[in-house]
């Protein structure tokens, strides 16, 4: 059963959200469930204008979501910025609508930001990674405001965790995580 939407989603007192796609939420969600001060990753869709899809409408690329995960942080442990560190250095931002092998509008380099600092810092930092050559193509990630999240079905919620040895969790997912952890070890939760 699907939960119902959080098109106002509301932080729990003195957190904030994050609202992030960056291909495949699978990935995405095994990194942040990681990080010290981020609490509740949640798997969804984000960005559409269907209400309350299926994984199976998503995948289809005509909803105009993209797979995203949302979660509550604490600012004062991990900050937005931060955030978007690992963010841009866990994708590869420069790719439209593409991860990979996962190719669609779905799969979309996206930040959903939920206020102006959290915009600013986005529009920020990507400027910066582009005048910087971080990057041998310019940055695509999509900044936009926050409309809506709709959780995705229950059997893609912790997926790495529960299906580790899964043949794409072995190649796709393991090899990004384990970079991760040793580049960001001073930010993960014990």
């Not at 797979?67 to 442990?77: A, K, L």
């Not at 206020?115 to 990674?129: D, I, P, R």
């Not at 695509?140 to 529960?162: G, L």
């Amino acid at each position: 059963m699907k939960e119902i939407p959080q098109t106002q989603a509301i932080a729990p007192e003195g957190m904030e959200l994050a609202t992030l796609g960056s291909g495949c939420f699978w990935c995405i969600e095994a990194i942040y469930q990681d990080l010290k001060g981020v609490e509740g990753v949640k798997s969804g869709y984000s960005g559409g204008h269907i209400d309350n899809p299926s994984y199976r409408q998503v995948t289809s690329g005509t909803t105009g979501h993209a797979e995203v995960i949302q979660f509550s942080f604490d600012p004062n442990i991990i900050s937005f910025e931060e955030i978007l560190e690992i963010f841009w250095s866990t994708h590869d931002p420069t790719t439209l609508n593409r991860q990979g092998a996962d190719v669609g509008p779905q799969y979309r380099s996206a930040v959903f930001f939920h206020n102006e600092k959290q915009k600013e810092v986005a529009e920020f930092y990507k400027e910066k990674l582009d005048a910087s050559g971080a990057f041998d193509k310019k940055i695509v990630t999509e900044i936009t405001p926050f409309a809506n999240f709709y959780v995705a079905e229950d059997y893609h919620q912790n997926y790495f965790n529960d299906n580790g040895m899964q043949l794409y969790c072995q190649i796709v997912i393991r090899p990004k995580v384990e970079k991760f952890r040793k580049v960001f070890a001073d930010k993960l939760n014990n």
